[in-house]
């Protein structure tokens, strides 16, 4: 039992504490940076459990269909995914394996915007753009505490795990919001919001419309045939296939919107919203203005 719960606190831990100064996170953003002279550079950004593991293969599914007439299995561009769409804090990433998309480059991210625009400074450099990628803070605690119930069966642990969770992760939730609203004040021009509710029930339109944002083609049997090839049912096929930390386990839920207000303790209920509710408001609204 106190090895379970120890194990959960390390999770909770690794995921949600600053990793700004790992040392790969600094050397890739400095590669992006020196990129982002010559390239138009994109940046998915988010909080964990927000879509953006979705969204990253899905795009990677549909500019290999575009531009690399990529007719592989999902399986295998999945393992391509880190060449396509590279994750800054995954490991160091080389410049030559970057794959370039017209100009264009992709990266995901879950260092918040104002830390990310600390360091790249993209009010200067106009070629550094945001994607941001957001989900009710409430339905992403209950995703990841779902999947901390399947490796903590003791009911108490998963009462605390639920607990506990709550605290670290609202607050941290809630600057990530609170970021996202103020690059949005600043930069608007190069931020773009996704909400996952949005992506969940209108796939189509939301990848059309970043598409649109990112200055790139929209081509309608390529993003029906990535849509289709990128469902739950098709990953999570391919996620226990692959040995790599992008197809994990905990992503690969079902994505419910709203179920967690019914599954998670009200005590935890009550801090989420309060911290969290203002920002997650506002970027709503702001969100629907976009469309």
Not at 163 to 171: E, G, I, N, P, Q
Request: glycine share 2%.
């Amino acid at each position: 039992m106190i090895r379970s719960f120890t194990l959960l606190i390390a999770e909770i831990l690794y995921i949600f504490l600053p990793r700004c100064f790992k040392p790969q996170n600094i050397k890739n953003l400095q590669l992006l940076k020196s990129l982002a002279q010559e390239h138009e550079v994109f940046i998915l950004s988010s909080y964990p459990r927000s879509g953006s593991t979705w969204f990253r293969i899905l795009i990677c599914d549909y500019l290999s269909q575009l531009q690399l007439r990529d007719s592989s299995s999902t399986l295998q561009k999945i393992r391509q995914v880190n060449r396509l769409f590279p994750d800054i804090e995954e490991k160091f990433i080389a410049k030559d394996d970057i794959i370039n998309f017209e100009g264009k480059i992709f990266f995901k991210s879950h260092l918040n915007l104002s830390l990310l625009s600390l360091i790249l400074n993209p009010s200067r450099n106009k070629n550094i753009k945001f994607i941001y990628s957001y989900r009710d803070p409430v339905d992403m605690i209950e995703s990841y505490y779902s999947y901390s119930k399947l490796k903590n069966r003791n009911k108490i642990l998963r009462f605390l795990g639920q607990t506990v969770f709550a605290a670290y992760s609202s607050r941290v939730v809630r600057s990530h919001l609170l970021s996202a609203c103020h690059a949005l004040n600043t930069i608007p021009n190069n931020v773009f919001l996704i909400e996952f509710k949005f992506l969940k029930l209108n796939t189509y339109q939301t990848i059309e419309s970043v598409l649109q944002f990112a200055g790139l083609p929209v081509r309608s049997v390529f993003l029906n045939n990535s849509i289709a090839s990128t469902n739950i049912n098709k990953l999570r096929t391919a996620e226990r296939s692959v040995n790599v930390n992008l197809a994990n386990q905990a992503f690969f839920r079902h994505g419910n919107i709203g179920a967690a207000y019914k599954l998670l303790h009200s005590r935890s209920l009550k801090l989420i919203a309060k911290l969290c509710a203002k920002p997650y408001c506002i970027l709503s609204l702001a969100c629907v203005a976009q469309q």
